[in-house]
């Protein structure tokens, strides 16, 4: 029995709604087999991260290369990137082992809009790093950090998207949850912009969101789909898993990737 593969490098949420948690979940959803390696565990809940330890660089290393050289994996899902040399040794073994289909999910701004890298990391990350994706998916802080400017409606997403994969020579996804209105999100791909729009959907439990869409275009990326293809359906299992209801924590819970389709 062969089946398509799908590896998640992210951060640890014990708590189940985020990070490889919620990237393995999104990934047997669709189907397909599941690795992951860890580059940070965080001590954290619906309501918020205690504290985080960054797994030492060079045992991060051994995962992934161990990983690379037995089970290739179709399609590759990065989230949270703690420090320069984790970002570096990712960088570098993918290469050596010219790994395809990669999302870059930029965790870089918190939720609260606190940037979670140094300035130097941001650089190394803006101007190398993100280059070794097929699609990054960066939220509207986040555009705005790479961007240089800020953005405040639909127009100027799609100006940021087509400025960020210009400079960087990916395909890139704003998503634009932190705008009112309709949840639109604004694809750059070979040139041209898509927008995915759904309706707001009533329910305060989104935790993980952005790590569950990225890992959900990756699964559509492992099976053959186009960028495009993979978004769409990355953005209509999003909305199923939202629409779950599920509500579960005292805080901002998760979603229900295992929902019923």
């Known amino acids: ?11 640890s949420d014990p708590s189940g709604g985020a990070g ?3 990237d393995l979940k999104t990934i047997e959803a669709h189907g397909l087999y599941g690795m992951s390696v860890i580059t940070a565990l965080t001590a954290q809940n619906t309501m918020g991260v205690k504290d985080v ?3 030492p660089a060079d045992f991060y290393s051994v995962q992934l290369e161990e990983v690379l050289s037995d089970i290739f994996p179709d399609a590759v899902k990065i989230g949270m990137i703690p420090d320069e040399n984790i970002m570096y040794s990712t960088y570098e073994l993918l290469k050596k082992y010219h790994v395809k289909n990669i999302v870059i999910d930029t965790v870089m701004v ?8 140094e300035e130097n ?4 990350y803006s101007d190398r790093f993100l280059s070794i994706a097929d699609i990054i998916t960066p939220n509207i802080p986040e555009a705005q950090l790479l961007w240089g400017k800020e953005i405040f409606c639909e127009s100027d997403m799609e100006a940021a ?8 020579g990916v395909s890139v996804l704003v998503k634009g949850g932190h705008l009112t209105g309709e949840a639109a999100d604004i694809l750059f791909h070979k040139g041209e912009i ?5 309706e707001r959907i009533e329910n305060p439990n989104t935790h993980g969101t952005g790590c569950t869409l990225s ?4 699964c559509g990326l492992a099976e053959g789909m186009t960028i495009p293809e993979s978004v769409e359906q990355a953005k209509k299992y999003i909305s199923g898993a939202i629409s779950a209801g599920l509500d579960i924590g005292h805080g901002n819970g998760p979603l229900l990737h295992n929902f019923k389709k």
């Open 1 to 11: 029995m062969k089946i398509k593969t799908v590896l998640s490098i992210a951060g």
């Open 20 to 22: 490889i948690q919620a």
């Open 53 to 55: 330890f960054t797994v």
């Open 110 to 117: 918190s939720t609260s809009g606190k940037r979670l890298m």
């Open 121 to 124: 990391a941001v650089k190394f």
């Open 161 to 168: 998207a087509a400025y960020i994969s210009h400079k960087i």
């Open 194 to 198: 898509s927008r995915y729009a759904s």
């Open 215 to 218: 890992s959900a275009i990756a």
